[in-house]
């Protein structure tokens, strides 16, 4: 027999965040630590045109990413799928 799900709700607006990839993941006990980044052109000069900037950092259960990349992959047959546009 399954669980409920709790419902879910945004007592506050969360601002949404734009990342371009995961820049590292770390274990930290029964913990995972992702960062994300998003790509950030640098000045004009600048030896490396871009850079990757962090821009989010989660702390989550290993067990409960474990459960979304499960449900994630589930779900992968009635994902949207979008064209690139470059």
Do not use: C
């Amino acid at each position: 027999m399954g669980y409920a799900v709790p419902p879910l709700v945004e007592p506050v607006a969360i601002q949404e965040t734009y990342i371009d990839g995961i820049a590292r993941i770390e274990q930290v006990g029964p913990n995972l630590k992702l960062d994300f980044y998003s790509l950030r052109r640098l000045p004009e000069g600048e030896e490396h045109g871009w850079q990757r900037e962090i821009v989010l950092k989660i702390v989550m259960s290993a067990q409960a990413v474990a459960a979304a990349a499960m449900l994630a992959t589930a779900a992968a047959d009635t994902a949207v799928h979008i064209e690139p546009t470059h």
